[in-house]
């Protein structure tokens, strides 16, 4: 049998292992996936935090106050929402600290409030718009998203989790230097020189990304779509915010905070289209990867179902017969060849439990045996076959003397039978002994030959035991059987208890 069953575990097993690994990375692709939709709500986030930072700079004045304030109202709830939908268990639970979400969202509530527009804000608002950035770079990495195995994926990736990021912070910084001028009124030095510098970067930043989403066209055709139009249009969009610009440095007076503000939204706006687009297709792209893995680990599964089916068929069938023999050999084991019911055997593996829980219950427990009186007197005329007739009878009497589930009767050997039974004191005790004679005498089973009546009877010693007592089997089997000496001594047909307390009835 072994030599049937060892190749087919060791194949079972290999399946099994192969299994695994392909779970595995079905798990690795559906934490790609969480990364993929948690990331999403954090650029949206951290897009509201650059639009409030921006705003922060635009003093309300009195025909633009309710405008500014409901722009930054909103882009504070967007804020809140998408953070709370990127740390849901939906999404990115398990990527993001719960505490460190907690602090960023205190800060920027702070930030909200204070609102004093001056270059210190700015700075406090960029600061939390770089932690915000530092957890989507975490999540990237914890969701295993920048250990893709697919070159095209990776380049995908390093374009909306580090370039667009880059860039849109770079227009978002600009944005808010040229919204903080032109709603300041008075144009100083050192701002223009910074919006200079700024305009610079963000132009060098724009031409290395689209040099990059070149490289992500070539490694992925199907992002052609997605780059292409948006290209241009980003290019477009840029070039018109750099006039702009250019007409903050010329000191130009007809142009206000908030057409500037909007003018440099359009290109991060254009911006986060390509990234909505690009992480679209990639969690459409990872989406198809994990149906083909789970139809795959599918496939692997019912081949091995099928490899396991002949272990289970022959095993169960072996084991249900083992099984079968074992219970068998244990109930023969446990039980009288003549009766049919339990044995010496089985009182001694019963005792201590019985005993222990009749404490448990606050009852008492008593002990008895019971003996055919004149036994051998019954073999000798009717013979050993009627003997044991008789001898079967007396146990169903006995049974049916002790129905009760706590209630359990052996037979101790030859003509003796026993019986344990939790009870609340001795007087139960004796009416149980009581009601077995009875039993057994109004079987009527014929008994010439006894002495103290014409039919069948028995003689049995009890023994009661306190539920504070702590006496064991040897010590009860000892009373009890003392207690049926005086029985018999006293005339037979007739049961005696006695109590571990003193008294005797």
């Known amino acids: 049998m072994a030599a049937v069953l060892i190749p087919v575990v060791m194949l079972s097993l290999s399946i099994s292992f192969g299994i695994f690994t392909l779970y595995s990375q079905y798990r690795f692709t559906a934490d790609e996936l969480s990364g993929v939709t948690t990331i999403e709500h954090l650029f949206s986030a951290r897009d509201a935090l650059q639009r409030l930072r921006g705003l922060s700079q635009i003093r309300p004045v009195e025909n633009n106050a309710i405008t500014v304030e409901e722009r930054r109202s909103q882009a504070r709830d967007e804020f809140f929402h998408q953070l709370d939908d990127a740390a849901s268990p939906q999404s990115g639970a398990k990527f993001i600290p719960e505490t460190e979400l907690k602090q960023l969202k205190r800060r920027v509530w702070q930030l909200y409030n204070e609102n004093t527009g001056d270059n210190s804000e700015f700075q406090k608002y960029s600061a939390a718009i770089d932690t915000l950035h530092a957890i989507v770079l975490r999540v990237a990495d914890l969701s295993n998203l920048v250990l893709d195995p697919e070159l095209d994926t990776y380049y995908m990736m390093e374009i909306a989790v580090k370039q667009i990021p880059e860039l849109s912070e770079d227009i978002a910084v600009l944005r808010g230097i040229g919204s903080g001028i032109l709603a300041g009124g008075t144009i100083v030095a050192e701002q223009l020189r910074q919006?200079?510098?700024?305009?610079?970067?963000?132009?060098?930043?724009?031409?290395?990304?689209?040099?990059?989403?070149?490289?992500?066209?070539?490694?992925?055709?199907?992002?052609?779509?997605?780059?292409?139009?948006?290209?241009?249009?980003?290019?477009?969009?840029?070039?018109?915010?750099?006039?702009?610009?250019?007409?903050?440095?010329?000191?130009?007076?007809?142009?206000?905070?908030?057409?500037?503000?909007?003018?440099?939204?359009?290109?991060?706006?254009?911006?986060?289209?390509?990234?909505?687009?690009?992480?679209?297709?990639?969690?459409?792209?990872?989406?198809?990867?994990?149906?083909?893995?789970?139809?795959?680990?599918?496939?692997?599964?019912?081949?091995?179902?099928?490899?396991?089916?002949?272990?289970?068929?022959?095993?169960?069938?072996?084991?249900?017969?083992?099984?079968?023999?074992?219970?068998?050999?244990?109930?023969?084991?446990?039980?009288?060849?003549?009766?049919?019911?339990?044995?010496?055997?089985?009182l001694d593996m019963v005792f201590d439990n019985e005993l222990k829980r009749a404490r448990r219950d606050g009852k008492g427990f008593t002990f008895g045996i019971l003996d055919v009186d004149f036994f051998k007197q019954y073999n000798d005329t009717y013979g050993h076959h009627q003997g044991d007739d008789a001898l079967c009878r007396v146990a169903e009497a006995l049974a049916a003397a002790l129905p009760r589930a706590g209630d359990y009767y052996f037979r101790y050997g030859g003509e003796e039978f026993c019986f344990i039974a939790a009870v609340p004191n001795e007087k139960t005790a004796a009416m149980i002994g009581e009601r077995i004679r009875l039993r057994v005498e109004q079987l009527q089973i014929e008994h010439r030959k006894s002495s103290v009546s014409p039919h069948v009877t028995v003689s049995c010693g009890m023994i009661f035991v306190p539920e504070i007592t702590t006496e064991d089997l040897d010590f009860m089997i000892k009373q009890a059987d003392t207690m049926l000496y005086k029985a018999k001594s006293r005339g037979r047909n007739r049961c005696l208890t006695i109590s571990t307390t003193g008294s005797g009835s």
């Open 195 to 346: 919006l200079r510098h700024k305009v610079i970067i963000a132009d060098d930043k724009v031409k290395k990304f689209t040099r990059a989403s070149a490289i992500v066209r070539h490694a992925a055709t199907d992002t052609a779509q997605i780059f292409t139009a948006n290209n241009v249009s980003l290019q477009q969009k840029w070039n018109a915010f750099k006039a702009v610009c250019k007409r903050v440095d010329n000191h130009c007076c007809n142009l206000n905070a908030e057409t500037f503000f909007d003018s440099g939204t359009e290109v991060i706006n254009t911006l986060r289209l390509i990234f909505s687009q690009t992480m679209h297709l990639l969690q459409h792209r990872l989406q198809q990867r994990k149906v083909n893995q789970s139809r795959l680990m599918l496939g692997s599964l019912l081949a091995a179902l099928l490899a396991v089916y002949a272990i289970f068929y022959f095993s169960l069938s072996f084991y249900r017969q083992q099984q079968r023999s074992y219970r068998e050999l244990e109930r023969i084991s446990i039980t009288d060849a003549l009766t049919g019911i339990p044995n010496r055997r089985y």
